[in-house]
């Protein structure tokens, strides 16, 4: 920090949309354990700042009627609003898909101990750790908690 300050006079610090944050995740707890040096965006994706209806009408003024819908913030917000709607599910799916890869995260079969075992020995810890892995992997899989994720999100969404 001592040299930031030294070549540019300021502090860095990094800039995260929520695409960044699953669902188990606490934006705040992060920023926190970040020491000032993470700050994260209310929205979703840093390219739903583009999409605001204020920012759209003025840019037709220029182009467009006074009586253009597409000078109109109210008719542009609920033009935005019903596109929303139509990508709802689309994006509650992307959510869900990642939380759930980031909940079972890759696959885990080496056994400790595994030095100076016999092709049986090391076969059968190999096999006991695959179906370790594969009840863990089944937790995060399972229909109750997969649903109540779907459902969770869905209404974040909404």
């Not at 994706?45 to 000078?71: A, M």
Request: charged share 30%.
């Amino acid at each position: 920090m001592v040299l930031e300050r030294a070549l540019w006079g300021v502090d860095f610090f990094m800039v995260c949309d929520h695409d960044a944050v699953t669902l188990d995740m606490d934006a705040s707890t992060l920023e926190a354990k970040a020491n000032g040096k993470l700050r994260m965006l209310k929205r979703y994706h840093l390219e739903n700042y583009f999409l605001d209806e204020n920012v759209i009408s003025k840019i037709f003024e220029p182009l467009e009627p006074p009586e253009s819908p597409l000078r109109n913030p109210t008719l542009i917000a609920e033009m935005l609003r019903q596109v929303a709607r139509e990508y709802l599910s689309y994006a509650a799916s992307l959510i869900v898909s990642a939380a759930i890869r980031e909940r079972a995260g890759n696959v885990d079969v080496m056994p400790k101990g595994a030095d100076n075992k016999s092709v049986d020995e090391i076969a059968a810890a190999i096999v006991a750790a695959a179906d370790q892995e594969k009840i863990r992997i089944g937790k995060e899989l399972g229909p109750e908690k997969t649903r109540e994720l779907v459902e969770v999100t869905m209404r974040r969404l909404t």
